[in-house]
């Protein structure tokens, strides 16, 4: 069974800092496009950020260039999102996807998801 296990939210105050990771169980993703969505209550899942398979392309929602960073593991089949400099607006649950093209999982039409962890950023 393919499964994403996000991990890593938690509460922070504003301006801190926080790591997500995403693993990766029952298949390999070593070539697959991943990325990252969060949705705060009342509001739409939305694009975080993503990265093809090799690191080499990587795609960012305006609203957290230059504060988030997202990497990958293929050795470890797991996806981080550093994020910096949180904002109260970060507040949400976020979830990990994976599919084969980056295009893909930028859409929101990944075929693979986690259950989401949730971030609270206090201002």
């Known amino acids: 069974q393919v499964q994403l296990v996000e991990s890593g939210g938690g509460l922070v105050q504003a301006g801190g800092s926080l790591r997500l990771s995403c693993a990766a169980t029952g298949r390999s993703f070593s070539r697959s496009a991943m990325g990252w969505f969060r949705q705060a209550p009342g509001k739409e899942r939305e694009f975080v950020a993503a990265?093809?398979?090799?690191?080499?392309?990587?795609s960012y929602a305006d609203s957290v260039k230059g504060r988030f960073t997202i990497s990958r593991d293929n050795a470890k089949n797991t996806v981080y999102l550093q994020m910096n400099s949180l904002k109260a607006e970060d507040t949400a649950v976020y979830y990990c996807a994976a599919d084969d093209l980056t295009g893909t999982v930028v859409a929101g039409r990944s075929g693979y998801w986690g259950q989401g962890t949730q971030v609270t950023v206090s201002s």
């Open positions: 990265i093809n398979w090799n690191g080499g392309i990587r």
